[in-house]
């Protein structure tokens, strides 16, 4: 079992950056990391993620060319730096663990969500 704990949400202007930052509770490296995000009244969507193999990530096309996944599986952590912010990033972000793919359906731990808002 692993309890995922995200942070680092806010709210930023349009341009602006943040990162956000996910903390497991045990080790993560046997699993694929990935950001979701959930705006108002839409389905949670694929962000960005990574595999075992840190080389092998892959972004949704909105966020490709701002958005960074890393993971540092020394200390069990995921980050999303966030870069060029849009209003359309504006969503409650989670981070999960589970199988490389963009379905959230193959992702089996998931955290609690943080909220970003960008002011356009």
């Known amino acids: 079992q692993v309890q995922l704990v995200e942070s680092g949400g806010g709210l930023v202007r349009a341009g602006g950056s943040l990162r956000l930052s996910c903390s497991a509770s045990?080790?993560?490296?046997?699993?694929?990391m990935a950001w979701f995000r959930q705006a108002p009244g839409k389905e949670r969507e694929f962000v960005a993620l990574?595999?075992?193999?840190?080389?092998?990530?892959f972004y949704r096309d909105s966020v490709k060319g701002r958005f960074t996944i890393s993971r540092d599986n020394s200390n069990y952590m995921l980050y999303l730096k966030m870069d060029s912010l849009k209003f359309e990033d504006t969503a409650v972000y989670f981070c999960?663990?589970?199988?490389?793919?963009?379905?959230?359906?193959?992702?089996?731990?998931w955290g609690q969500g943080t909220q970003v808002t960008v002011s356009s």
């Open positions: 045990g080790r993560t490296d046997d699993y694929a």
């Open positions: 990574q595999g075992r193999n840190p080389g092998l990530t």
């Open positions: 999960a663990a589970g199988r490389y793919s963009t379905s959230s359906k193959t992702y089996d731990y």
